[in-house]
């Protein structure tokens, strides 16, 4: 495993820890403003991890399709960054 995806996964396993501290804390009635800042953390923790991804395939993925001869895979793997931005940005 790549250092890249090393780290993605420790944030994916951070924010999967943080996820189990937000639902007890709902259970225990805790105060809102603290479970938001908590959900804040997981939310930063998944877009940091996003970034990530999104580096790693490109530099992988994305630039070896570039390379080929294969328009249509080209367009493909065009339309799948596209995709992934559009639901990120959402």
């Known amino acids: 495993m790549?250092?890249?995806k090393e780290k993605t996964l420790?944030?994916?396993?951070?924010?999967?820890?943080?996820?189990g501290n937000i639902i007890q804390m709902v259970d225990n009635k805790e105060y809102?403003?603290?479970?938001?800042?908590?959900?804040?953390?997981?939310?930063?923790?998944?877009?940091?991890?996003h970034q990530m991804l999104m580096e790693n395939?490109?530099?992988?993925?994305f630039k070896n399709a570039?390379?080929?001869?294969?328009e249509r895979r080209k367009q493909e793997m065009i339309e799948e960054i596209l995709t992934v931005t559009k639901l990120f940005n959402k």
Request: one cysteine or more; aromatic letters at 2%.
């Open 10 to 19: 420790i944030n994916f396993k951070k924010a999967q820890s943080h996820l």
């Open 2 to 4: 790549t250092i890249n």
């Open 57 to 61: 395939h490109l530099h992988t993925c």
């Open 66 to 70: 570039m390379a080929t001869n294969n």
């Open 32 to 49: 809102c403003i603290n479970i938001m800042q908590q959900n804040l953390a997981v939310i930063g923790l998944l877009k940091s991890a």
